[in-house]
């Protein structure tokens, strides 16, 4: 069977339709290159108009000076030879031939040499650098300004602390050892902190097209425009939400939280009971997450899988322990995916830590802080304080407390959840009599006081911690630091 | 000559509007990749000319002096993907990953998506000014003096870089439907 024109052109048409366009991030890589190649231009712009102030500033300088000498010069009695007095040029009387053969070294132009004096040696020059610009930016707010984190009381990412500098303290950078603008980005405001990432991943990071890519380690602080580069997952945090990615990001910073550009490979992003805003980008498709999902992008969309809370789009949302493919055509439902990579190894990490040195932010109204420990005296008190913001249980959570108590008969943890009226509580079951220990157990595994039956449900919102003490008239309990982390289910 | 869209955003774009920008590469994007991958037959070389060829529409709006506006990006993925494909790295690459001609298996009675698979491997190995005419004519219904503004050529010879792949096309897979 022979096939018409038609025909074969319809094959060919065919056999293009399964033929991808441009990537999703297509555009947004274009963005960014032209974004960077306006960031150079207006540096290029300035570094010119900084060149040319300078240049007409010496101008001026030399010109004066010109002027100046050739007015305060006393006469010179030669005057007749183009004003240079006789002894500036004395003619070796044994010399070359040659050099005597000039005709009239002394009939050339004169005024030149006070010009040149000023200015003759590099080092006693005004210096060529673009001086504005340097003038501009020993400015080191951005980096020493508070965490905008979404509480009050942001969790410490340790190692990666770095003690406030005074502004008092602040040096005025040196011009000539100050660093290239392209490693100190002004005003960019930080939004967290990368905290593990596998040896494979060769993370890189760069802000802008212009800058060159550099390689990041744990600790790392992230600021608005970072972009991220990784082979293997990387976590990061973003205040106290857990992102985790594989391909490349950008962090942008926006109101109340956060966006993420997803430009290749998967996300894995975590602001349950959190009011931390992340939207997730790819290309023009939008989500915006309030729970714990995955986001893959690739030529056919962009990839949800929602473990917990909810993905909200355009096109409709997505609810947990399902999964949907998102494009510019709508929502379509795919089978969840529970054992994607990104769900496992996720790291632990600390939600909230009170050391107890001080009053907890939100009050301790029951014991007293002595010597940087939380005491509860007598055989039926407590060591109780409430959370400020209230602390929603999020999956995977452990709480810690370093604590040591004395003829004790029953040790007892509770928390309260306001929507229930109920406490939820720990029976601690061992402890050794006198000595520091430390106990750990699963908030999500408390049982409720009514009933004892009925276990907290993730999101569920507490009022208060309560670490109770029963026991003789001078029993003690003593707390040196809790801490809430979160570990992998 | 370019849509009076077309023109209207480049008038905008000319005047600094980066929301033109915007609107011309959610227009053009796919057909210039999609072209340019033609070309190149490498993706990521593909998306790095047509690129190229928004950041230079960007940079000098006015460059195009008449025409089709798709035609002419195109123009610029095709020239500046031939300009990369000289390197001899990218070259040594590309045969790597290029499926030789005489390898692609004969047509046999397949499922129609395993066909059309055969049928679109075939066409990568047809010269270059052939795949990249039959795309731009057959399946993204340019008219020929677009595409021979696209490839630089003349009318006549896209038709003739047409006539011939369709020919080829019909050839080898003239037993199958």
Redesign the interface.
């Known amino acids: 069977m022979r096939h018409s024109t038609d025909q074969i052109d319809d094959l060919a048409r065919r056999a293009f339709a399964r033929e991808p366009g441009a990537s999703l991030a297509f555009g947004t890589r274009l963005r960014l290159r032209i974004q960077g190649e306006q960031a150079a231009a207006r540096r290029r712009r300035t570094r010119l108009i900084a060149g040319s102030t300078i240049t007409a500033l010496a101008a001026s300088v030399v010109l004066v000076l010109v002027l100046t000498v050739n007015w305060s010069r006393p006469v010179p009695k030669a005057s007749t030879q183009a004003g240079l007095p006789a002894r500036e040029v004395p003619a070796p009387k044994d010399g070359p031939k040659g050099e005597h053969a000039q005709p009239r070294p002394d009939t050339q132009p004169e005024p030149r040499p006070p010009a040149h004096s000023p200015t003759q040696t590099p080092g006693e020059r005004t210096p060529d650098g673009p001086l504005p610009e340097i003038r501009e930016r020993p400015q080191p707010a951005p980096d020493v300004k508070p965490e905008p984190g979404p509480g009050p009381r942001q969790t410490p990412q340790p190692g990666t602390e770095e003690p406030p500098v005074k502004p008092a303290e602040v040096e005025k950078p040196d011009p000539a050892t100050e660093p290239p603008p392209k490693t100190a980005p002004r005003e960019r405001k930080e939004l967290g902190a990368v905290l593990s990432l596998d040896r494979a991943a060769r993370g890189k990071v760069r802000y802008g097209d212009t800058e060159s890519w550099r390689e990041f380690t744990p600790g790392e602080k992230l600021l608005d425009g970072a972009q991220l580069q990784a082979a293997a997952p990387v976590a990061f945090n973003l205040g106290r939400a857990l992102l985790r990615f594989e391909g490349e990001i950008v962090l942008h910073a926006q109101d109340g939280g956060c966006r993420v550009e997803l430009l290749e490979d998967s996300l894995y992003a975590d602001n349950l009971a959190l009011d931390l805003q992340l939207e997730i980008t790819a290309g023009e498709l939008r989500a915006r997450l309030a729970g714990v999902a995955t986001f893959s992008v690739s030529s056919s969309g962009l990839r949800l899988d929602v473990l917990h809370g909810r993905v909200d789009t355009a096109r409709g949302a997505v609810s947990e322990n399902s999964a949907a493919l998102l494009t510019r055509r709508g929502l379509t439902r795919r089978a969840f995916m529970r054992d994607a990579r990104l769900f496992k190894e996720l790291p632990s990490r600390l939600v909230l830590r009170e050391e107890l040195e001080t009053e907890p932010a939100g009050g301790l109204y029951s014991g007293l802080i002595k010597a940087g420990l939380a005491v509860s005296r007598g055989g039926n008190d407590a060591v109780a304080f409430k959370f400020r913001p209230l602390h929603a249980l999020l999956p995977g959570e452990v709480i810690r407390v370093r604590f040591r108590a004395s003829k004790a008969k029953s040790l007892l943890v509770q928390m309260f959840d306001e929507k229930r009226n109920d406490n939820f509580g720990h029976e601690v079951s061992s402890w050794k009599d006198g000595q520091w220990q430390t106990l750990e157990f699963r908030p999500a595994a408390m049982l409720d006081r009514g009933s004892g039956k009925v276990k907290p449900d993730v999101g569920t919102e507490f009022v208060n911690f309560q670490f109770h003490i029963e026991g003789a008239q001078d029993a003690l309990l003593e707390i040196d630091w809790i801490e809430i982390v979160r570990v992998e289910e | 000559m370019p849509g009076e869209d077309d023109l209207t955003l480049l008038q905008r774009l000319h005047g600094g509007d980066?929301g033109a920008?915007?609107a011309l590469?959610?227009a053009y994007?796919?057909?210039?990749?999609?072209f340019a991958?033609i070309v190149t037959l490498d993706d990521s070389a593909a998306?790095d000319a047509?690129?190229e060829a928004?950041?230079r529409l960007?940079r000098n709006p006015r460059a195009l002096a008449g025409g089709s506006l798709r035609a002419w990006l195109c123009a610029v993925a095709r020239n500046v993907a031939l300009n990369d494909l000289r390197s001899a790295r990218r070259r040594a690459r590309r045969q790597e990953s290029r499926p030789e001609g005489r390898a692609t298996p004969p047509p046999q009675k397949a499922s129609d998506r395993e066909h059309?698979?055969r049928?679109?491997a075939f066409?990568d190995t047809l010269p270059e000014q052939e795949r990249a005419a039959?795309?731009l004519y057959?399946?993204e219904g340019m008219d020929q003096s677009e595409v021979a503004q696209a490839l630089g050529t003349t009318a006549a010879a896209v038709k003739q870089a047409v006539l011939s792949a369709?020919r080829k096309?019909?050839e080898k897979?003239?037993?199958s439907?």
């Open positions: 980066l920008l915007d590469v959610t994007q796919d057909i210039v990749v999609r991958r998306h047509a690129q928004f950041v960007w059309l698979a049928v679109r066409i039959l795309l057959a399946v369709r096309l019909r897979f003239a037993e439907s």
